[in-house]
């Protein structure tokens, strides 16, 4: 088996609307530009124009770039469990090839 050294983990405090040039463990550099305290997370068309300009910099943005206000939850739109999988009793999570069957023929 090889020897593979733990990698310490690259962290870095700076403050916003600041860039950091970030040294990668391989000597890479990355590019970090924290977004400005008053930024618009709300503001769809700034964030692509945002990741445009940075991109075109050579630059990751940091902070909270988007949220889309009207999103549902994943798991309100999937209709997934509020339970962790591994409560879940083999019934619930194997329900047979007639329920199977049933939700492929709905999908299609």
Same mark, same amino acid.
């Given at each position: 088996?090889?020897? $593979?050294?733990?990698?310490?983990?690259?962290?870095?405090?700076?403050?916003?609307?600041? $860039?950091?040039?970030?040294?990668?463990? =391989?000597?890479?550099?990355?590019?970090?530009?924290?977004?400005?305290? =008053?930024? =618009?997370?709300?503001?769809?068309?700034?964030?692509?124009?945002?990741?445009?300009?940075?991109?075109?910099?050579?630059? $990751?943005?940091?902070?909270?770039?988007?949220?889309?206000?009207?999103?549902? =939850?994943?798991?309100?739109?999937?209709?997934?469990?509020?339970?962790?999988?591994?409560?879940?009793?083999?019934?619930?999570?194997?329900?047979?090839?007639?329920?199977?069957?049933?939700?492929?023929?709905?999908?299609?």
């Amino acid at each position: 088996m090889d020897f $593979v050294p733990m990698m310490r983990e690259i962290t870095v405090t700076y403050e916003a609307g600041d $860039v950091r040039d970030i040294v990668m463990h =391989d000597g890479s550099e990355i590019h970090l530009r924290k977004l400005q305290k =008053d930024w =618009d997370p709300l503001d769809r068309s700034s964030a692509i124009m945002a990741n445009d300009r940075a991109r075109k910099k050579g630059e $990751v943005l940091t902070g909270l770039l988007y949220v889309e206000p009207e999103t549902q =939850d994943l798991h309100r739109i999937i209709n997934s469990s509020d339970r962790p999988l591994n409560k879940l009793r083999q019934a619930e999570l194997c329900p047979g090839s007639t329920a199977l069957e049933k939700l492929n023929q709905s999908l299609r």
